[in-house]
């Protein structure tokens, strides 16, 4: 009797006893539709509220650009008043003479201004617009790729979870055969109740393991509908395998990090909108030209007026010129005040570059030896399967004690975890890489 025996003899009557439970993997048998990590994250990228905000904050930043900086203003206005007022003269007589005062104006004008040269203010405005709509893309595109990382890592650890759950039911399953013989063995009097009741308390901390296990894999599941935006009670499941992708250069994920990392395009844009902040400042130092003009037409009727009402109407237009000459030193405030802003940019991204280089390459090592731990887990996993088949089937003809086989359910346990927790670390460590470099997401 095979280990592969035991557990089809068994599954059964654990699968019965734990129908209270059910999680991913009961619905796959339910025949649910399965969802892929590609139908995932296109959910998550089409949905997420997080997304959306983010869209919404980069629509802002696109409306702000715009050629204002370049085009005059034009306005119209328009007032129209009248007044009445009563009048009384007292002569000294006495007299009282009573009048009433009323008058009535109407003012139209249509202005336009124009700004001509401010310094060339007006084209390092138009750059940093551009600019600012630059590091708002970045900014988005890194919610994205955050959001894909995120969505990635889940999925990945409900796998690892599911694998969990299927091994503690292999290990439910043995312990309920360990159970079943030892019960046997006690009834027909060739062994004493301290076994079959040390394999019962076995069989439930096993089964205790199993539903404590279930329960993480169903919050794993909400935690990655609630991150695609869809019903928490949706029925989707995941029935897929970890397999790490061929290994990454170090060298080229060095490369494309410099070049296509998000979070350093962002800062390198932050450092071109300090530069352009300086130029503002400065330009206020050079003279201003302004070009205005305009069409008034006015209309007063007034009745001290010796004509019946006054009318009139014409354009007028000139030029202004305005030579900054000392404002209490405020220009040069602030063009200091800029340059220091520009040399924190700078260095700002160099600090990053840096965090990146270090970040990443204390991330490949990890990678690295993950990689190189899979085959040699496996081997392990491998031998401590062949260990406990073979302890089974000595514990079945009582040349094995109970608590000795016990070591090699939890040996085969230790073994086939640290497996899918080295598969996980590895395909988690190169996701992240990914992200680091500027690859995980292409627009």
Avoid at 175 to 195: F, H, K, M, P, W
Avoid at 341 to 353: C, K
């Amino acid at each position: 009797m095979n280990l592969k025996s035991v557990i089809s003899f068994a599954l059964f009557a654990i699968f019965t006893q734990s129908l209270s439970a059910q999680t991913g993997t009961d619905r796959l048998a339910e025949g649910l539709k399965t969802i892929t990590l590609e139908e995932c994250i296109e959910r998550a990228v089409e949905s997420n509220y997080s997304i959306i905000i983010s869209s919404n904050s980069l629509e802002i930043t696109k409306n702000n650009v715009t050629y204002s900086p370049f085009l005059p203003s034009v306005s119209l206005t328009s007032r129209q008043s009248s007044s009445s007022s009563d009048q009384r003269n007292y002569s000294s007589e006495g007299v009282r003479e009573n009048s009433v005062v009323k008058s009535a104006s109407v003012i139209n004008s249509a202005n336009v201004s124009w700004r001509l040269f401010d310094g060339l203010a007006m084209f390092a405005t138009r750059e940093k617009q551009e600019e600012l709509l630059s590091q708002g893309e970045f900014n988005f595109r890194s919610v994205v790729e955050n959001l894909v990382m995120r969505i990635s890592a889940q999925y990945y650890q409900i796998i690892s979870l599911q694998n969990q759950v299927n091994l503690l039911t292999e290990l439910v399953s043995i312990s309920q055969v360990r159970y079943n013989q030892a019960l046997t063995r006690y009834n027909i009097g060739s062994d004493s109740g301290l076994e079959y009741k040390q394999a019962k308390i076995y069989l439930n901390s096993d089964s205790s393991r199993l539903m404590l296990q279930k329960e993480n894999l169903k919050n794993a599941y909400i935690e990655l509908y609630r991150m695609m935006n869809v019903p928490l009670n949706s029925g989707y499941i995941v029935n897929d395998t970890i397999i790490p992708s061929p290994q990454l250069e170090i060298n080229d994920l060095l490369v494309s990090a410099d070049v296509n990392n998000t979070t350093l395009n962002s800062l390198r844009a932050g450092e071109k909108i300090a530069i352009l902040d300086t130029k503002l400042a400065m330009a206020a130092r050079l003279p201003s030209v302004d070009f205005s003009a305009g069409y008034n037409y006015n209309f007063n009727r007034n009745q001290y007026f010796p004509s019946k009402y006054n009318e009139s109407n014409g354009l007028n237009w000139g030029f202004t010129l305005s030579v900054p000459i000392f404002s209490g030193n405020e220009i040069n405030r602030r063009v200091k005040n800029a340059r220091i802003t520009e040399e924190n940019a700078r260095l700002s991204v160099q600090r990053e570059q840096q965090t990146i280089e270090s970040e990443l390459r204390q991330l490949y090592n990890l990678y690295s030896n993950n990689l190189r731990l899979i085959d040699f887990e496996e081997e392990s996993r491998e031998s401590a399967y062949l260990n406990l088949e073979a302890a089974m089937e000595k514990y079945r003809l009582g040349s094995l004690s109970g608590i000795e086989f016990r070591d090699y359910q939890l040996s085969y346990l230790d073994a086939s975890n640290r497996k899918m927790n080295t598969l996980y670390q590895a395909k988690v460590s190169e996701i992240t890489l990914m992200l680091m470099a500027g690859k995980l997401f292409k627009k």
